[in-house]
T-cell receptor, first 113, second 112 residues
Framework: DGGITQSPKYLFRKEGQNVTLSCEQNLNHDAMYWYRQDPGQGLRLIYYSQIVNDFQKGDIAEGYSVSREKKESFPLTVTSAQKNPTAFYLC????????????FGPGTRLLVL | GENVEQHPSTLSVQEGDSAVIKCTYSDSASNYFPWYKQELGKRPQLIIDIRSNVGEKKDQRIAVTLNKTAKHFSLHITETQPEDSAVYFCAATQGGSEKLVFGKGTKLTVNP
């Protein structure tokens, strides 16, 4: 999982602002995922992508958007429509043939100013 | 959809004792059950996993057991050490998909 990087480590968002979280992996993994973690809530799936140029909504996609233009990259945009964005955001990836075995990046903590 | 319940939410043990964390799942089609350890502010780390065709798996001091009939699986940590202190999450695949549904976590504290 050392091959999955997320940036920035901390991100501050102002009211009405869209912000983008970066996730990059050099593991040649096919599938990538975004999770949101709130205290006492576990991890909840926002979006996932199995191949380039394709992605699906997870359980809490409202207020978020993603793109998958390159195999290595899966950025997440938190839009102004997400009214409660303060959380720890985790990106994960997995390899074809064992997609359920997911490895996580170090996370981005998003705070609202 | 899949629902994963995890108990207890907090667990405190003395160093050297054993710790057991239990999870139940609802989807009988779930076939993969990983356990993650997350230290404060860090990423979740996969520590052990089990597939539905296996009843038990062990890796040094940690083991996982699966009861498909009862739809529950458990993490067992023996000879606990202070560095085992962390939040542990169980998860289960949603049906036959790759999507994981996570429990809400157990905060384990090992007292020296």
């Amino acid at each position: 999982d050392g091959g999955i990087t997320q940036s920035p480590k901390y991100l501050f968002r102002k009211e009405g602002q869209n912000v983008t979280l970066s996730c990059e992996q050099n593991l040649n993994h096919d599938a990538m995922y975004w999770y949101r973690q709130d205290p006492g809530q576990g991890l909840r799936l926002i979006y996932y992508s199995q191949i380039v140029n394709d992605f699906q909504k997870g359980d809490i996609a409202e207020g978020y958007s993603v793109s998958r233009e390159k195999k290595e990259s899966f950025p997440l945009t938190v839009t102004s429509a997400q009214k409660n964005p303060t959380a720890f955001y985790l990106c994960a990836s997995s390899i074809q043939g064992s997609r359920e075995t997911q490895y996580f990046g170090p996370g981005t903590r998003l705070l609202v100013l | 959809g899949e629902n994963v319940e995890q108990h207890p939410s907090t667990l405190s043990v003395q160093e050297g004792d054993s710790a057991v964390i239990k999870c139940t799942y609802s989807d009988s089609a779930s076939n993969y059950f990983p356990w993650y350890k997350q230290e404060l502010g860090k990423r979740p780390q996969l520590i052990i996993d089990i597939r539905s065709n296996v009843g038990e798996k062990k890796d040094q001091r940690i083991a996982v057991t699966l009861n498909k009939t009862a739809k529950h699986f458990s993490l067992h940590i023996t000879e606990t050490q202070p560095e085992d202190s962390a939040v542990y999450f169980c998860a289960a695949t949603q049906g036959g998909s790759e999507k994981l549904v996570f429990g809400k976590g157990t905060k384990l504290t090992v007292n020296p």
